[in-house]
């Protein structure tokens, strides 16, 4: 459930009791140069489907529901979360100069009552923005250096068998994590987060992803380059098995979907861009990141090095495109394992 407001140009009403039958609001602004004035005051907005933005962290929610028109007459905003909610909203409507009406009464939003919150939201704002843009102290770029080095080296050791280096990798991650002052949140993941239109989005990137690697991106390179690949033992293992499909599938979730993507592009990307720092940290990050994680995969030969390269390319731009969310970029490698895995099992690949 939100608390909903309903942002007009309400003129000079004191209520919704006020206003006659035959009333007609006004033009508000056009949508872009509208969105423009919001992002100017909540530099945290996220507009990337002009007519639906959000407002999101970890004590408030606001959806700003904008509407398919250019010409705005009204809009609404949809509330989740604590009292520093109020703080931003009074920022917006101040700012834009409009009243909002409350949609569980006959009244406006009491801008005055509000204002209280205001300092309180603007501090927290601040604090945020501080804390993002605030490069790693020397220790912490020691330890995550050795998290990184052990997330690429450690697998491939062979000294763990089933998986087992999962183990000493999650522990060391959540410690750097944990001893800067951050959870697994702070990296794109947590429960509250899960949008269900992740599935569809996830499913989708995976189906037309593989479609384009398998028939057309390799048969074209096949035909210019020689370039070898290792199945791992996949084919033989899982062809016609459905037990050992079953298991690889699980395994596809766990392994690909969840942990890879919780340690390339929720830990290294992000520690890497905190390293970097400055306009282009995100830019090398994901070069940087996306190079790690197709060379991560270098025992698949040239092949899946070159597969994990361009398909993790694919995630990170998921989890970026989706407000830094990693279960869009999870669901998308976890059904793109599972559709590799099925193609093995049917005899396809």
Not at 188 to 212: D, E, Q, R, T, W
Not at 306 to 318: K, R, T
């Amino acid at each position: 459930m939100s608390w909903d407001l309903f942002v007009y140009d309400w003129e000079d009403f004191e209520s919704m009791d006020d206003i006659p039958d035959n009333w007609q609001p006004k033009r508000i602004a056009k949508r872009s140069d509208l969105i423009q004035s919001i992002q100017k005051l909540e530099p945290s907005v996220d507009f990337s489907d002009p007519s639906w933005g959000s407002i999101e962290n970890e004590h408030f929610s606001i959806e700003l529901n904008m509407g398919d028109d250019e010409d705005v007459h009204s809009f609404t905003l949809h509330v989740r979360g604590g009292d520093l909610a109020l703080g931003c909203l009074a920022n917006i409507l101040t700012g834009l100069e409009l009243k909002a009406a409350d949609g569980s009464g006959s009244e406006f939003f009491d801008l005055e009552k509000a204002q209280q919150h205001f300092s309180a939201w603007r501090e927290f704002r601040d604090q945020s923005l501080t804390r993002a843009n605030a490069s790693l102290k020397s220790w912490e770029i020691v330890f995550s250096l050795i998290a990184i080095a052990l997330i690429l080296v450690l697998p491939h050791l062979e000294l763990f068998p089933n998986f087992g280096y999962i183990i000493p990798i999650a522990i060391t991650v959540r410690l750097v994590l944990y001893y800067s002052k951050q959870d697994l949140s702070h990296i794109g993941l947590s429960l509250k987060n899960f949008k269900l239109k992740a599935l569809p989005i996830g499913l989708l990137f995976a189906v037309l992803s593989l479609a384009f690697m398998q028939g057309l991106f390799f048969p074209i390179l096949e035909s210019i380059l020689s370039l070898s690949s290792h199945d791992l033992g996949l084919t033989a293992s899982q062809e016609g098995n459905l037990g050992n499909y079953l298991f690889f599938v699980l395994m596809a979730w766990l392994v690909g979907g969840i942990y890879e993507e919780i340690v390339f592009h929720g830990f290294i990307f992000t520690r890497l861009e905190a390293m970097i720092g400055g306009k282009q940290a995100t830019l090398i990050s994901f070069i940087v990141s996306s190079a790690l994680f197709g060379l991560y995969h270098f025992h698949m030969g040239a092949l899946g090095l070159i597969n994990a390269w361009i398909i993790g390319m694919g995630y990170l731009g998921l989890f970026i495109r989706f407000k830094r969310n990693l279960w869009y970029s999870i669901m998308a490698h976890g059904f793109y394992n599972t559709l590799v895995m099925s193609l093995i099992y049917g005899g396809y690949l």
